[in-house]
């Protein structure tokens, strides 16, 4: 299996997003995965297409900021994929786009190109940090909850389940986490709002 | 932009709304940060007390955390009978 997975980092959000995705590229190699990270500067479009072009991947995750029609890379001027552009180049490959919109109009156009499946959201994906653990995102207890149940998608797809059961064990982990959450402490309780939003709006499009 | 139980863009939270999700927003510790990742106009990471005057003033970030309170209430009592 070959992964590609893209880690830009230039403001809190995909700070959190890179950190948060370490240790699944470290299983994934632990498992003999091959895995191309582009990250941070090297998340352009150039190079995003070019390998995707070239290379035969197996599961492609993008982490970045997004519209209902496009994902950013290295910064929000760097589009890498958008409706029209890239969305070409997906054919027979999983993508978990792990960005505001990105299954509202870009993941059924990715679909429709012919994508062996798609993971994304319908809203605005919206993780609540904890300003003290912003140095260490990974020990962020605020975060945790939120990156754990989206990150147990790209856990899924690179032990080579399909999107609709990484889809599944997503919302597993999402129900685990609000009954653990709801009968936790104050300042966890605040999470389930966002916790729930995330979860409303994963969308899942399965190729039929 | 899907719109599941989010309010319209062009509408305005009542009073009641408004207040409510203020209350709830006042309630959560200050050490904790929301961060929405748009692409575009309302993307970025917000205080508390930011986040409680946007809700006030109804901007678009001010009425993505009312869609984000409505939501969770409203689908909380389903949810909960559900796990």
């Not at chain 1, 609000?178 to 104050?186: G, K, R, T, Y």
Request: charged share 25%; net charge negative; proline share 3%.
């Amino acid at each position: 299996m070959l992964l590609l997975i893209t880690t830009p980092c230039y403001d809190k959000g995909t700070h959190y997003l890179r950190a948060w995705s370490q240790p699944l590229i470290a299983d994934a190699e632990k498992r003999g995965v091959d895995v191309k990270n582009l990250d941070k500067d090297e998340t352009t479009k150039e190079k995003f297409q070019s390998y995707v072009g070239k290379r035969p991947v197996d599961v492609i995750v993008i982490n970045g900021h997004g519209n209902d029609i496009a994902v950013a890379g290295k910064d929000n001027e760097e589009i890498i994929l958008s409706v029209g552009d890239g969305d070409n180049l997906l054919k027979d490959k999983d993508v978990f786009i792990r960005a505001c919109s990105s299954g509202v109009v870009l993941g059924p156009s990715i679909m429709k190109n012919g994508a062996k499946g798609f993971i994304g959201y319908e809203q605005d994906f919206i993780v609540p940090l904890d300003k003290d653990s912003i140095g260490r995102p990974l020990e962020d207890k605020i975060a945790a909850p939120i990156l754990e149940c989206s990150n147990q998608i790209i856990t899924s797809l690179i032990k080579g389940h399909s999107v609709s059961e990484a889809q599944a064990a997503s919302m597993k982990k999402y129900e685990e986490k609000f009954d653990e959450l709801s009968s936790s402490n104050v300042a966890t309780t605040h999470i389930l709002p966002f916790l729930l939003w995330n979860m409303e709006f994963q969308v899942c499009y399965p190729s039929i | 932009m899907t719109n599941k139980t989010n309010m319209n863009n062009e509408q305005t939270a009542s009073k009641d709304i408004i207040n409510l999700v203020v209350a709830r927003l006042e309630s959560m510790p200050r050490n904790i940060e929301i961060s929405i990742g748009d692409l575009d106009g309302i993307g970025g990471s917000y205080s508390i007390d930011d986040l409680i005057t946007r809700v006030r003033n109804q901007d678009e970030v001010g009425k993505k955390m009312v869609d984000v309170q409505l939501s969770y209430l409203r689908n909380l009592n389903r949810f909960s009978q559900a796990v």
